[in-house]
């Protein structure tokens, strides 16, 4: 019995090690089709959905765009995001906690990359597990509601380490919970100094110019 | 490679059973004490901390109260729950995405349970992982913040079929998120009927009564 935990810990390690070959592949795949992919993580409720519902939104009247959603259970979040007229699927991880790049590869079958300028990809929602897991993105983007407290990087560095952008979601709310711009620049700079900082909210459009711009840059 | 997942889930249920092993171990002793144990579930940024701090500064008035805080990183929490003048140890878990019975256990070392009347366990934060970790608590509270959305409970059911009270946090934002209580209420019913629901603001105490009852009830 004494042994299980690190025996955990090596299967894992081997785990990790076959998810970055797939990773790598689908980087690979990605950039040989010229499609960017972008993925998203948060906690749960950090408004991932809504800020991609925008986003496709906007984003199909110029460019090719599809999604791969991952959730715990139901199908809502593709639902809800094929009003955008974007191609959606989603994945249902069951218990498992986080996407990982054999489940994207598995959900992009039968599609032609090369049909598309973007895929967003949506993690489940978890500020600690997908931190792990390389799905083969170009970006991937952490997001945190004002409404999570100022102090979330610092207690979740893994995830925040290991994005390229930094979303400030619902910044419609700042004002009710006192958020402190400040503190959570100083935050975010403290695990992962350099890192562009975003505020938006999906629900007035503030700030959805400088996210579209992010997009479109890298 | 083919056998890492097939090999990942026969560890993990190992690990469970470890896990199980040791949380019944806690729960013997908590009883034999006479210690109530509660523990709390939630996404990052729900507020557990918020509402522990109130809860211990209530409880000490009255009660032998004492608390553990599980994070990846940073002591912050124990430090401001420490102001309550309970006594407070922080578990930093580093990458692991939740409290298992072992760290509770260990935590413990050298405090006398008997000494006691409540003994709170904030867990990580995060709605997936801990759901399957029994940390030998009487009484599993999951909090959901109105920020976060109705549909949590659907989208993330095996921590809301774990806990045994859900505690909606946050109310004061209610207006300004258009919060919708029938359709909580039955998305958490969906998932696990007939579990108390309860709402609160640790901000404003309202709903804080009903809570107060609720572990002084059980």
Known sequence: MKTAVPRLVEVRRSVLKQNDLIAAMLRERFHGAGVRAVSLVSSPGSGKTALLEKTLTVLTKNHRVAALVGDLATENDATRLRRSQAPV????????????????????EGWKLEELDYLFIENVGNLVCPSSYDLGEELRAVLLSVTEGEDKPLKYPTIFDSADVAVVTKVDLAPAVEF????????????????EVLGVSAKTGEGFDDWMGCLTRF
Chains 1, 2 share one sequence.
Do not use: E
């Open 180 to 195: 402190d711009w400040d503190a959570v620049r100083r935050n975010i700079a403290a695990v992962r100094p350099g890192m």
């Open 89 to 108: 699927r989603q994945i249902v991880t069951g218990t498992v906690c986080h996407l990982d790049a054999g489940m994207v590869r598995d959900a992009l």
